[in-house]
């Protein structure tokens, strides 16, 4: 079987950050990971083309984002690939479950006991459509700015998601544990992403994200 029969990861957006696996064979997958990210963000930084850095913000909304997908899903997350996945996956799941997203960060918003609302630059009451814009800006950011300032904004989102799932699970655990049981889930995994996305500005930052 080639390696274009194999499944593919699409990046199929849920509330659960579910994805298929990629390449079966690591070193490869590592090179070519590295390479794609690191040509991408020369490229767009150097040309300095605002309509450029939309096309490649938007590139998630297209049939290219499979190809993306294949060769970052397994990204280490000390990578500049493995930082750029984490970013257009979680623009991903807010534009498939607004709605959804901008509830779970209201809450957060609400029960957030630490800088990250100053952090993620996003006044509450949340909206959709600023939910989408802020996942934009971060997402811009990256090629527009400064990738650690980009990467601290995404880990605050990802703290403030962590905190509003964990706070609906709390409301719902009475009477509806198995979705209790999910979000509690989800509020882990945003909490490994705030975690990544913060290790990676300051890795970053040190000249250390490879």
């Known amino acids: 079987m080639g390696y274009r029969e194999r499944m593919k990861p699409v990046l199929r957006a ?15 997958a590592h090179r070519l990971a590295h390479d794609t990210a690191w040509a991408l963000l020369d490229r767009v930084r150097h040309v300095a083309d605002s309509r450029l850095v939309e096309r490649v913000i938007s590139v998630a909304d297209t049939d290219a984002i499979d190809d993306i997908a294949e060769l970052w899903v397994d990204a280490s ?28 960060f209201r809450a957060g918003f609400e029960h957030a006991k630490s800088i990250d609302p100053v952090v ?38 990802c703290n403030l998601m962590s905190l509003g799932c964990a706070a609906e699970a709390d409301s719902r655990e009475n009477f509806d544990s ?33």
């Open 14 to 28: 849920s509330a659960h950050f579910e994805w298929v696996q990629g390449s079966d064979d690591p070193e490869v």
């Open 120 to 157: 993620v630059g996003l006044a509450a009451p949340a909206q959709p459509e600023s939910m989408r814009a802020l996942t934009d800006e971060i997402l811009r950011g990256v090629f527009s700015a400064d990738l650690a300032d980009a990467l601290e904004r995404a880990s605050a989102f």
């Open 77 to 104: 997350e000390q990578s500049l690939a493995g930082m750029l996945w984490r970013l257009y996956l979680i623009r991903q799941v807010v534009r498939t479950h607004p709605e959804e997203t901008t509830t779970l």
């Open 178 to 210: 198995s979705h209790a049981t999910e979000l509690t889930t989800r509020a882990l995994r945003y909490s490994m992403f705030a975690n990544e996305l913060g290790a990676g500005a300051r890795l970053w930052r040190a000249g250390r994200l490879h």
